[in-house]
Protein backbone atom coordinates (compact mmCIF):
# COMPACT_ATOMS: atom_id res chain seq x y z
CA UNK A 1 0.00 0.00 0.00
CA UNK A 2 2.87 2.63 0.81
CA UNK A 3 4.64 1.78 -2.49
CA UNK A 4 1.07 3.05 -4.26
CA UNK A 5 0.94 6.08 -2.36
CA UNK A 6 4.72 6.43 -2.97
CA UNK A 7 3.80 6.09 -7.04
CA UNK A 8 0.98 8.43 -7.21
CA UNK A 9 3.12 11.06 -5.15
CA UNK A 10 6.05 10.77 -7.60
CA UNK A 11 3.09 11.01 -10.47
CA UNK A 12 1.39 14.05 -9.57
CA UNK A 13 5.13 15.84 -8.43
CA UNK A 14 6.09 15.12 -12.08
CA UNK A 15 2.90 16.10 -13.40
CA UNK A 16 3.17 19.35 -11.26
CA UNK A 17 6.77 19.87 -12.30
CA UNK A 18 6.23 18.93 -16.26
CA UNK A 19 3.29 21.90 -16.45
CA UNK A 20 5.61 23.99 -14.46
CA UNK A 21 8.26 23.80 -16.73
CA UNK A 22 6.23 24.63 -19.71
CA UNK A 23 4.77 27.33 -17.87
CA UNK A 24 8.34 28.91 -16.86
CA UNK A 25 9.25 28.86 -21.01
CA UNK A 26 6.30 30.77 -22.20
CA UNK A 27 6.33 33.33 -19.15
CA UNK A 28 7.88 36.85 -20.29
CA UNK A 29 8.15 37.50 -16.71
CA UNK A 30 12.06 36.56 -16.17
CA UNK A 31 13.46 39.94 -16.39
CA UNK A 32 11.11 42.57 -14.71
CA UNK A 33 12.03 46.60 -14.52
CA UNK A 34 13.02 47.75 -11.41
CA UNK A 35 11.90 51.32 -10.40
CA UNK A 36 15.19 52.54 -8.62
CA UNK A 37 16.71 56.01 -8.55
CA UNK A 38 15.53 58.32 -11.11
CA UNK A 39 13.70 55.18 -12.53
CA UNK A 40 10.18 55.65 -10.87
CA UNK A 41 7.85 55.44 -13.77
CA UNK A 42 5.48 53.07 -11.82
CA UNK A 43 3.14 53.12 -14.62
CA UNK A 44 5.25 51.59 -16.80
CA UNK A 45 6.48 47.37 -16.56
CA UNK A 46 8.52 46.15 -18.44
CA UNK A 47 8.80 42.10 -18.64
CA UNK A 48 11.52 40.19 -20.86
CA UNK A 49 10.93 36.49 -21.54
CA UNK A 50 12.57 33.85 -23.64
CA UNK A 51 10.37 34.58 -26.80
CA UNK A 52 9.06 38.02 -26.14
CA UNK A 53 8.97 41.36 -24.46
CA UNK A 54 5.95 42.86 -22.92
CA UNK A 55 4.96 46.43 -21.92
CA UNK A 56 2.47 46.86 -19.25
CA UNK A 57 0.52 50.31 -19.17
CA UNK A 58 -0.89 51.47 -15.58
CA UNK A 59 -2.20 47.60 -15.12
CA UNK A 60 -4.49 48.27 -17.89
CA UNK A 61 -2.95 47.74 -21.63
CA UNK A 62 -0.06 45.38 -22.41
CA UNK A 63 1.85 44.82 -25.73
CA UNK A 64 4.08 42.23 -26.09
CA UNK A 65 6.78 41.75 -29.12
CA UNK A 66 8.36 38.47 -30.04
CA UNK A 67 12.13 38.65 -30.65
CA UNK A 68 12.75 39.02 -34.20
CA UNK A 69 16.28 37.49 -33.73
CA UNK A 70 17.71 34.66 -31.43
CA UNK A 71 20.48 36.67 -31.88
CA UNK A 72 18.78 39.62 -30.01
CA UNK A 73 18.54 37.79 -26.44
CA UNK A 74 21.45 38.27 -24.46
CA UNK A 75 23.87 34.80 -23.83
CA UNK A 76 22.01 33.68 -20.91
CA UNK A 77 18.93 33.91 -22.61
CA UNK A 78 19.60 32.40 -25.24
CA UNK A 79 21.38 29.36 -23.34
CA UNK A 80 18.16 29.31 -21.35
CA UNK A 81 15.66 29.34 -24.23
CA UNK A 82 17.68 26.01 -25.40
CA UNK A 83 17.41 24.30 -21.86
CA UNK A 84 14.16 24.96 -21.47
CA UNK A 85 12.98 23.55 -24.50
CA UNK A 86 15.22 20.37 -23.62
CA UNK A 87 13.51 20.40 -20.23
CA UNK A 88 9.95 20.42 -21.48
CA UNK A 89 10.80 18.00 -23.74
CA UNK A 90 12.69 15.74 -21.11
CA UNK A 91 9.73 16.01 -18.49
CA UNK A 92 6.71 14.91 -21.32
CA UNK A 93 9.01 11.53 -22.13
CA UNK A 94 9.32 11.29 -18.38
CA UNK A 95 5.76 11.84 -16.95
CA UNK A 96 4.78 9.57 -19.92
CA UNK A 97 6.75 6.75 -18.98
CA UNK A 98 6.03 7.14 -15.00
CA UNK A 99 2.49 6.18 -16.72
CA UNK A 100 3.51 3.19 -17.85
CA UNK A 101 5.73 2.45 -15.26
CA UNK A 102 2.73 2.08 -12.48
CA UNK A 103 1.19 -0.69 -11.62
CA UNK A 104 -2.16 -0.02 -12.25
CA UNK A 105 -1.28 0.08 -15.98
CA UNK A 106 -1.76 -2.73 -18.10
CA UNK A 107 -0.44 -2.22 -21.48
CA UNK A 108 3.13 -2.90 -20.52
CA UNK A 109 1.99 -5.98 -19.08
CA UNK A 110 2.18 -8.06 -15.48
CA UNK A 111 5.89 -8.10 -14.94
CA UNK A 112 6.31 -6.06 -12.06
CA UNK A 113 10.51 -6.21 -12.61
CA UNK A 114 10.10 -4.33 -16.46
CA UNK A 115 7.69 -1.48 -14.38
CA UNK A 116 10.12 -1.41 -11.98
CA UNK A 117 12.89 -0.83 -13.71
CA UNK A 118 10.67 1.72 -16.22
CA UNK A 119 10.20 4.23 -12.91
CA UNK A 120 13.93 4.24 -12.32
CA UNK A 121 14.30 5.68 -15.78
CA UNK A 122 11.55 7.81 -15.39
CA UNK A 123 12.41 8.80 -11.80
CA UNK A 124 16.09 9.72 -13.01
CA UNK A 125 14.99 11.51 -16.34
CA UNK A 126 13.10 13.58 -13.66
CA UNK A 127 16.09 14.50 -11.68
CA UNK A 128 17.90 14.89 -15.06
CA UNK A 129 15.17 17.75 -16.01
CA UNK A 130 15.23 19.32 -13.05
CA UNK A 131 18.41 19.80 -13.24
CA UNK A 132 18.23 20.99 -16.43
CA UNK A 133 16.01 23.55 -15.53
CA UNK A 134 17.71 24.71 -12.72
CA UNK A 135 20.87 25.34 -14.70
CA UNK A 136 19.35 28.29 -16.64
CA UNK A 137 16.95 30.04 -13.71
CA UNK A 138 20.19 30.64 -11.80
CA UNK A 139 22.20 31.35 -14.80
CA UNK A 140 19.77 34.87 -15.46
CA UNK A 141 18.87 35.06 -12.11
CA UNK A 142 23.36 35.59 -11.97
CA UNK A 143 23.22 37.76 -14.43
CA UNK A 144 20.55 40.19 -13.43
CA UNK A 145 21.88 40.32 -9.95
CA UNK A 146 25.60 41.23 -10.98
CA UNK A 147 24.02 43.83 -13.57
CA UNK A 148 22.12 45.30 -10.66
CA UNK A 149 24.78 46.04 -8.24
CA UNK A 150 26.79 47.10 -11.36
CA UNK A 151 27.38 51.01 -11.25
CA UNK A 152 28.46 50.95 -14.83
CA UNK A 153 25.00 49.44 -15.86
CA UNK A 154 22.45 52.63 -16.78
CA UNK A 155 19.50 52.55 -14.41
CA UNK A 156 16.85 52.59 -16.98
CA UNK A 157 18.61 48.84 -18.26
CA UNK A 158 18.86 46.85 -14.46
CA UNK A 159 16.22 44.67 -14.14
CA UNK A 160 15.16 42.84 -11.34
CA UNK A 161 14.71 38.98 -10.54
CA UNK A 162 10.96 38.13 -12.36
CA UNK A 163 8.08 35.59 -11.26
CA UNK A 164 9.28 33.38 -13.66
CA UNK A 165 12.42 32.46 -11.96
CA UNK A 166 10.84 31.74 -8.15
CA UNK A 167 8.56 29.37 -10.57
CA UNK A 168 11.68 27.99 -12.16
CA UNK A 169 13.35 27.13 -9.15
CA UNK A 170 10.34 25.55 -7.74
CA UNK A 171 9.62 23.65 -10.41
CA UNK A 172 13.07 22.07 -10.01
CA UNK A 173 12.84 20.86 -6.86
CA UNK A 174 9.56 19.79 -7.28
CA UNK A 175 10.99 17.34 -10.46
CA UNK A 176 13.96 16.17 -8.41
CA UNK A 177 12.00 15.15 -5.23
CA UNK A 178 9.51 13.73 -7.76
CA UNK A 179 12.39 11.94 -9.43
CA UNK A 180 13.69 11.09 -5.90
CA UNK A 181 10.07 9.10 -5.25
CA UNK A 182 10.50 6.87 -7.82
CA UNK A 183 13.99 5.67 -7.00
CA UNK A 184 13.18 5.20 -3.42
CA UNK A 185 10.26 3.02 -4.86
CA UNK A 186 12.70 0.54 -7.69
CA UNK A 187 15.15 0.55 -4.36
CA UNK A 188 12.23 -0.91 -1.98
CA UNK A 189 11.17 -3.21 -4.85
CA UNK A 190 14.23 -4.39 -5.20
CA UNK A 191 14.56 -4.98 -1.47
CA UNK A 192 11.38 -6.76 -0.71
CA UNK A 193 12.20 -9.18 -4.22
CA UNK A 194 15.77 -9.56 -2.62
CA UNK A 195 13.98 -10.65 0.75
CA UNK A 196 11.28 -12.83 -0.30
CA UNK A 197 13.61 -14.74 -2.63
CA UNK A 198 16.43 -15.57 -0.07
CA UNK A 199 14.37 -16.28 3.31
CA UNK A 200 11.67 -19.52 2.97
CA UNK A 201 8.41 -19.21 5.01
CA UNK A 202 7.87 -21.15 7.91
CA UNK A 203 5.09 -22.78 6.49
CA UNK A 204 7.83 -24.30 3.80
CA UNK A 205 9.91 -25.50 6.02
CA UNK A 206 7.51 -27.41 8.67
CA UNK A 207 6.08 -29.05 5.31
CA UNK A 208 9.03 -30.01 4.06
CA UNK A 209 10.39 -31.56 7.39
CA UNK A 210 7.36 -33.20 7.94
CA UNK A 211 7.44 -35.04 4.04
CA UNK A 212 11.02 -35.93 5.30
CA UNK A 213 9.58 -37.55 8.16
CA UNK A 214 7.03 -39.47 6.76
CA UNK A 215 8.90 -40.89 3.69
CA UNK A 216 11.10 -43.83 4.54
CA UNK A 217 14.29 -44.00 3.08
CA UNK A 218 15.55 -46.31 0.12
CA UNK A 219 17.95 -48.34 2.73
CA UNK A 220 14.90 -48.61 4.82
CA UNK A 221 13.01 -50.25 2.34
CA UNK A 222 15.54 -52.68 0.44
CA UNK A 223 16.67 -54.10 3.84
CA UNK A 224 14.77 -57.52 4.32
CA UNK A 225 12.64 -58.09 7.74
CA UNK A 226 15.08 -60.00 10.64
CA UNK A 227 14.38 -63.30 11.47
CA UNK A 228 13.58 -63.72 15.15
Not at 86 to 110: E, N, Q, Y
Amino acid sequence: MAIHALEIAGLFLGGVGMVGTVAVTIMPQWRVSAFIENNIVVFENFWEGLWMNCVRQANIRMQCKIYDSLLALSPDLQAARGLMCAASVMSFLAFMMAILGMKCTRCTGDNEKVKAHILLTAGIIFIITGMVVLIPVSWVANAIIRDFYNPIVNVAQKRELGEALYLGWTTALVLIVGGALFCCIFCCNEKSSSYRYSIPSHRTTQRSYHMEKKSPSVYSRSQPPSLS
